[in-house]
């Protein structure tokens, strides 16, 4: 085991050592008399602290470290998994379209990717289809949803450090947002994926919880685990889920069996079963009364996870408009250090943009999430999809697509197509479907690229 991985193992021992602990001492304190008001602030104040140390202690002046952990892609497959549930998802079962987007992720996405030795979604179309327009263009689509997406989250992780600290919203979204650029700037990937394994336990031991405070003969647990997640913040509850995006993949350097980095296809698999059986089995636990520690183990779940969330997908945000909205940087008259500080002020800005809006307009940041995900599934999954799975796919075929999604996804969620009821999940799959007739067909009708692409290595990157 390399020196690497065996920090990075330490750091998953100590953080398990420390939820571990943690939840022994919160029973036996709450069994002692505390307060529910101290007990839930003394949790929220462990959560961001574990978050803010590991992203903080992880730094790297590697490129490809920066924006790949062990190439398990954490932001990159959180961003589309997550704007997948919007295609997938039903009504207060948004796990659901997590866990297909996972496997669509893993399955048919994630060998192109690794194939192509790309280390963002954008850059892989521009590797694909040797395509620097298509690279920008796919970036500022991406840039936009992940924004939106990670502004949702950012609200919810919001309303909960502000009912645990006693803080307004826009205090609360400051404190969210330093830890978030803790977990990010620092070292990217690396330090999102630490601090995501940190607070994925966090959220492992809140789930664990609840289905064990639940008062329910075991027939009725089976058959409880089918029903729909009925808390009002159901939407963090599934957000909280996928956090398992961030956990696994990155778990490979360190968990044997799981050690393959020239695939990420074990990783995404294990993360999609987990999803599912979290979100499944906290659902009904989560919608019944359990009493304190229930109630604290639920704030600690959706907490963890949707800072957990945020993070990953702002930094997907500030990949694509530090690192692929520059698709022709000379290496030769950019210093590295132009690059990394490049990439540290575009993730800060993203946080900042989301940090505001969750601030400011707490209730249209939270709305955000659907036309988000309906722009990154119209517009940026057809050129993905053509681009992974069908070899005849050409450059005007994948910008065509990407066109033809976007404005079909833009009209919808504007309500000038369709209906003005019609919701994200319609959106996206409209869109999505618009995008891949349009550029299949301009892909038959134009010529095929006579090119090879070359895969990319690190040192080319």
């Known amino acids: 085991m390399t020196s690497s991985r065996m920090a990075f193992a330490r750091f998953a021992a100590l953080a398990l050592v420390g939820v571990v602990l943690s939840s022994g001492s919160f029973v036996v304190v709450e069994r002692l008399g505390a307060p529910g008001p101290a007990l839930v602030a003394a949790a929220t104040i462990f959560i961001l602290g574990m978050a803010a140390v590991g992203g903080a202690a992880s730094g790297t002046m590697r490129l490809p470290v920066f924006l790949t952990q062990g190439r398990g892609l954490p932001a990159a497959g959180l961003s589309v998994a997550t704007a997948t549930a919007a295609l997938f998802g039903l009504p207060g079962q948004p796990a659901i379209g997590i866990t297909l987007g996972l496997f669509l992720a893993a399955f048919l996405m994630g060998p192109a990717l690794r194939r192509s030795g790309a280390p963002t979604w954008p850059c892989f179309l521009g590797v694909r289809f040797s395509s620097p327009l298509l690279r920008a263009l796919s970036a500022v689509v991406l840039a936009a949803a992940s924004i939106g997406l990670g502004a949702a989250a950012l609200a919810h992780a919001a309303v909960a450090l502000a009912g645990a600290l006693d803080l307004t919203q826009p ?50 647990r089976m058959l409880t685990l089918l029903a729909p997640i009925t808390r009002p913040d159901s939407v963090a509850v599934g957000v909280a889920a996928a956090l398992c995006a961030l956990c696994l993949p990155s778990a490979q350097t360190i968990w044997p069996g799981l050690d393959r980095p020239e695939d990420m296809r074990i990783g995404l698999l294990w993360a999609g079963v987990l999803t599912g059986a979290i979100a499944f089995g ?53 210093p590295a250090s132009w690059r990394f500080a490049a990439l540290r002020f575009a993730t800060v800005g993203a946080i ?63 309500g000038r197509l369709g209906s003005p009821e019609m919701g994200g999940a319609s959106a996206g799959l409209v869109a999505c479907a618009v995008g891949l007739a349009a550029g299949a067909t301009a892909s038959l009708f134009t010529r095929r690229s006579a090119q090879t692409p070359r895969p990319l290595a690190d040192d080319m990157l």
Not at 204 to 216: E, N
Not at 291 to 318: E, I, K, N, P, R
């Open 171 to 220: 205090q609360a979204a400051a404190l969210a947002g330093l830890v978030l650029a803790l977990t990010a700037v620092p070292g990217g990937a690396r330090s999102q994926t630490r601090a995501g394994v940190a607070l994925g336990l966090v959220v492992l031991a809140g789930a664990a919880a609840l289905w064990f405070v639940r008062d329910a003969t075991s027939p009725e």
């Open 282 to 334: 906290i659902g009904p636990a989560a919608s019944q009364s359990g009493g304190l520690f229930a109630d604290l183990a639920f704030h600690a779940l959706v907490t963890a996870g949707s800072l957990a969330a945020s993070g990953a997908l702002l930094l997907a945000a500030g990949q694509a408009i530090g690192f692929d909205m520059r698709p022709g940087v000379d290496r030769r008259w950019t």
């Open 352 to 414: 900042a943009a989301a940090g505001v809006g969750a601030a400011l307009y707490p209730a249209k940041a939270a709305s955000m999430a659907d036309p988000a995900a309906a722009l990154a599934v119209g517009a940026l999954l057809p050129p993905l999809l053509l681009g992974a799975g069908w070899s005849r796919a050409n450059a005007a075929g994948a910008i065509t697509s990407l066109g033809a999604g976007l404005a079909a996804a833009l009209a919808l969620i504007d």
